[in-house]
């Protein structure tokens, strides 16, 4: 009887909480979103799963280690207390993505119509908004969000996945779990999202306009722009030189044409070998104990408004341009200056080809859709300059 007695306490069954159910059920849900629904299954697949594992009483996967008197290891840390902390609180896991981001990027739309630049920036317009709401709760009192908390909520308004991971890790490592699973799944949802926003700001007359035929754009313009980029950011903002060197790194290896098989490693094994283990290092700060809060309802909230607002700021400066523009724009390309590469061009495209069969948007949405990418990242070293000091 005392065996059996024993061998039921030492389960999982009697140690189970109501939070750590409800946190597995989190955990499938995101694995049902990633394998029947497609969601960004890359992630919210390794997300989901290191959500079911870490919430498991008694397994140990995200324990940290045992130290005797003398410092040495008496027992070792559960395996993804080791990920998370050798890869993603050192930030190496989305710097290493986002060398992978930049290897498959093409700036070519971007430089065959530099205008688009603004388009990008102006997406980034919900992110500032997002913190100034962060603060506003936190004086209002109804959430305690410190403006380091603030700063990291805002950048899920970018719709950029891991600048949101490497920004949380430097300012607000305890709301990582939350930040990272508003942020991918916002961009798993841009479908979703996106279209009510585009048609309510435009008329169907806006959504058809057809946009003229970009230009040629050259191999040494694609080398040369990468590391102009960088150096003018570097210098004027250095935090924002981690997420923007590996990006351009990335992107020069891509296109200067001597170093193929390093491209290729760092597009396909490189990057799917680190989306692994990101996937599973996030989905290690889902346990109840740290998720199941006031803080993670409030950052789901304001992260839904930054993206919301960071599309509607990107049509709106759309509209903008179209007007002042000798060439026609179509507004719509603006809600691609979110970074979610290249899903939102293609949410652009598709709405456009509703109002008019013979708009093809998908390249002309690639420009901002890019300088999306370019736009959080420093937005992400703004924030980490402001508040660091």
């Not at 313009?221 to 250095?238: C, D, G, M, R, T």
């Not at 990006?247 to 044409?257: A, K, S």
């Not at 799917?272 to 950052?299: H, P």
Request: aromatic share 6%; with cysteine.
């Amino acid at each position: 009887m005392n065996a059996l007695l024993g061998l039921w306490q030492s389960s999982g069954l009697s140690q189970v909480t109501p939070g750590q159910l409800l946190m597995i059920a989190v955990g499938l849900l995101l694995l049902f979103l990633a394998i029947r629904k497609g969601f960004e299954p890359l992630l919210l697949l390794p997300i989901g799963f290191g959500a079911v594992l870490v919430n498991i009483p008694g397994a140990g996967f995200s324990e940290a280690p045992i130290y005797d008197a003398l410092g040495h290891i008496e027992t070792p840390g559960g395996m993804l207390y080791y990920i998370y902390n050798v890869g993603i609180a050192t930030g190496i896991f989305p710097l290493i993505i986002f060398m992978g981001v930049g290897a498959m990027t093409d700036f070519g739309p971007l430089l065959a119509n530099p205008k688009t630049l603004f388009l990008g920036a102006a997406a980034q317009f919900g992110i500032f908004a997002t913190v100034l709401g962060a603060v506003g709760l936190s004086v209002t009192g109804l959430i305690d969000f410190s403006i380091a908390d603030a700063a990291a909520i805002g950048i899920i308004g970018g719709a950029d996945g891991p600048t949101a991971i490497f920004v949380a890790s430097k300012l607000a490592p305890d709301l990582l779990g939350a930040i990272a699973v508003a942020a991918y799944s916002y961009m798993a949802l841009v479908p979703l999202i996106q279209p009510p926003i585009m048609r309510a700001l435009t008329s169907k007359e806006e959504r058809a306009i057809e946009m003229t035929q970009l230009r040629h754009v050259s191999r040494r313009e694609k080398i040369v722009f990468p590391l102009i980029v960088l150096i003018l950011v570097a210098l004027f903002l250095p935090s924002a030189a981690p997420l923007l060197g590996m990006f351009c790194l990335g992107n020069l290896m891509r296109e200067c044409g001597v170093v193929d098989r390093l491209s290729d490693t760092t597009q396909n094994a490189l990057i799917n070998i680190v989306t692994i283990f990101l996937g599973l290092g996030v989905g290690s700060k889902l346990s109840a104990d740290k998720f199941l809060d006031l803080k993670t309802l409030g950052i789901l909230a304001l992260g839904m408004i930054a993206f919301c607002i960071g599309t509607a700021a990107g049509v709106l400066m759309g509209k903008l341009m179209n007007k002042l523009s000798k060439s026609q724009i179509n507004p719509l390309i603006g809600a691609a200056g979110v970074s979610a590469v290249p899903m939102a061009a293609r949410v652009a495209n598709k709405v456009g080809l509703e109002a008019n069969p013979n708009n093809y948007l998908l390249m002309h949405a690639m420009g901002p859709n890019v300088a999306g990418v370019i736009g959080s990242a420093v937005a992400a070293g703004v924030m980490i300059s402001m508040v660091a000091r």
